[in-house]
């Protein structure tokens, strides 16, 4: 009967440290899943920050503002505005003239 009781206390002992290992794990685990869902949480805070943001870079105003102060770009005004008409495309036949008569002729025209 000796032997049966020093076999069940070393199973008895091994039980117990399996146990309290498990339960480390399990403790270890959780931290882990704490520390990636409040990663999870700051990732889609700065997701929401990021689509507020190209939602305010991308307004028409503030693509305008950056394009008069830094590109030094004006808005088009009817007075430098060139309206062309009646444009022919080249085809097979003989090049047809420049321009027709009463037409002015265009910048980059040839007298």
Not at 53 to 75: E, F, G, N, V, Y
Request: with cysteine.
């Amino acid at each position: 009967m000796n032997r049966l009781t020093i076999f069940l206390l070393g199973a008895l002992v091994l039980c117990a440290l399996s146990l309290v290992s498990a339960q480390h794990e399990a403790r270890t685990l959780f931290v882990a899943l704490e520390r990636a869902q409040g990663e999870e949480r700051q990732l889609e805070t700065d997701w929401s920050r990021l689509q507020y943001q190209q939602s305010a870079l991308s307004k028409s105003a503030r693509i305008a503002d950056a394009a008069r102060s830094q590109l030094k770009m004006t808005p088009v005004s009817p007075g430098r505005t060139q309206y062309l008409q009646g444009i022919v495309l080249p085809s097979a036949t003989p090049a047809a003239p420049a321009h027709q008569a009463g037409d002015a002729p265009r910048e980059g025209d040839k007298p």
